[in-house]
């Protein structure tokens, strides 16, 4: 699977990939739902036609699109489509479809134009379908796009232990996303056995690979106290413009987000469990109150027939 922590520029680029697919699996959804709303009429299962003047139907799609993405972003459905399970992408897909059904509705609302409810349904049901179908595929169709339009990303790891095996295995599973795995830094003999066979060589060897290989980055899985040692390596890759990673596993049981500040020149590594990012607390806040108001204002009907009916079958207050 593809790491965001790892791979920040991929992983920007399988957003967007997804995003561009929302907009045109949504835009697809809308015409279908729309034409098959359009053929029910002459079926007699409607007592009016149904019928959207172009403008508004293209505002109607135009709102649909952008809602459909902005709330995939919101529950963060892109940031595990390519590596969650069916289940998963089933769950999170209905619960998106849900949302943006019911952002529709409110627009329409909103505008003041009545929206047949059943065009409504078969628009959520017909994304949700489409949309499931193109993520159960998203690694094979990201990969494809990858083979033709993009080039191979070539790692080599330091390190052979079980820290190192497990980044190598974490690479080779991201092979559909063009990352290739070199081989192994390290001092001692042998080679490593993974899904394929890698060579592990010495760090003498390290200035002569940067010459003969293209090698894009250099990743360090060493223990903590093995890094100081090998300030020459992180010398010498920053030396040839090759970026360089480590991977963070000094505290394996801290379940926390990891982050980078600076303060002045000094770098500071941050660990938080709960959320930073103000912007997306407040977006999150304003969703939740606007989405409360109008189930409020949708139920607000039948609350107050039940208030009423408990009122005139029971004593004392509702």
């Not at 990201?142 to 052979?160: C, D, P, Q, W």
Request: hydrophobic fraction near 50%; include cysteine; charged fraction near 20%.
């Amino acid at each position: 699977m593809l790491s965001r922590g790892m791979f920040s520029r991929q992983y920007r680029k399988v957003k967007v990939i997804f995003g561009l697919s929302d907009l045109l699996l949504t835009s697809l959804a809308f015409v279908a739902a729309y034409q098959t709303r359009f053929l029910l009429n002459s079926t007699g299962l409607f007592h009016w036609v149904f019928y959207i003047d172009f403008p508004f139907a293209a505002l109607l799609l135009i709102l649909s699109a952008v809602c459909w993405v902005a709330i995939g972003y919101w529950l963060q459905v892109y940031e595990k489509l390519d590596s969650a399970h069916p289940r998963t992408i089933l769950r999170d897909t209905f619960h998106q479809c849900a949302l943006g059904a019911m952002a529709l509705v409110i627009g329409e609302f909103l505008l003041r134009r009545d929206l047949s409810r059943f065009f409504v349904l078969l628009f959520a049901a017909y994304a949700w379908v489409l949309l499931c179908l193109f993520r159960m595929n998203a690694a094979r169709v990201i990969g494809l796009l990858r083979t033709e339009f993009g080039k191979a990303h070539f790692i080599l790891v330091v390190g052979s232990g079980e820290p190192a095996r497990r980044l190598g295995e974490a690479l080779e599973k991201s092979s559909d996303y063009g990352i290739r795995l070199l081989g192994f830094l390290d001092d001692e003999p042998g080679q490593v056995q993974l899904s394929r066979t890698y060579a592990r060589y010495p760090f003498p060897r390290l200035p002569g690979l940067l010459r003969q290989h293209v090698i894009d980055e250099v990743i360090f899985a060493v223990d903590s106290n093995k890094l100081g040692q090998l300030e020459d390596v992180f010398l010498l890759c920053d030396e040839q413009g090759v970026r360089t990673r480590v991977v963070l596993n000094f505290f394996p049981h801290v379940n926390s987000k990891v982050y980078l500040d600076q303060l002045d020149a000094l770098p500071l590594l941050t660990f938080s469990a709960a959320p930073h990012d103000e912007i997306r607390l407040l977006a999150k806040r304003a969703t939740d109150v606007l989405l409360a108001a109008a189930a409020l204002f949708l139920l607000f009907p039948f609350m107050a027939a039940i208030a009423l009916l408990i009122r005139l079958t029971s004593p004392g207050p509702v």
